[in-house]
């Protein structure tokens, strides 16, 4: 997958629970400028992203997400593994961050 997926929270079950790769999720709204910022460095991170997913939660369509995660500023990367999360950081960050999240994750999964 080279472009982050939006999904709706039955999806987002559906890929952090049964997922073999890790996955890093955005959890982001439409008004933040935060978020619009951190748009293109979550898409390299997907484009470049290997063996691992990226997904986008609106938290304006989908609060429960954002709630059942404590997601309390936006943008917000959360990378889970085996159905867990594994790292957890508000505020922007670049591609290169996401990146080393997914392959820490993917390592700790391998080793």
Not at 11 to 22: A, G, H, I, K, L
Not at 90 to 101: F, I, K, P, S, Y
């Amino acid at each position: 997958m080279d472009e982050p997926l939006e999904v709706d929270p039955e999806q987002f079950d559906e890929v952090t629970q049964n997922s073999r790769v890790p996955v890093l999720v955005d959890f982001w709204a439409a008004w933040c400028g935060p978020c619009k910022m951190s748009a293109p460095e979550v898409a390299r991170a997907a484009d470049k992203a290997g063996r691992a997913l990226v997904i986008k939660v609106d938290t304006e369509r989908y609060p429960q997400l954002a709630s059942r995660f404590n997601v309390r500023g936006i943008p917000n990367f959360v990378v889970f593994y085996g159905g867990r999360p594994v790292t957890q950081q508000a505020g922007l960050v670049d591609h290169t961050q996401m990146e080393r999240w997914l392959q820490s994750a993917g390592s700790a999964s391998a080793a």
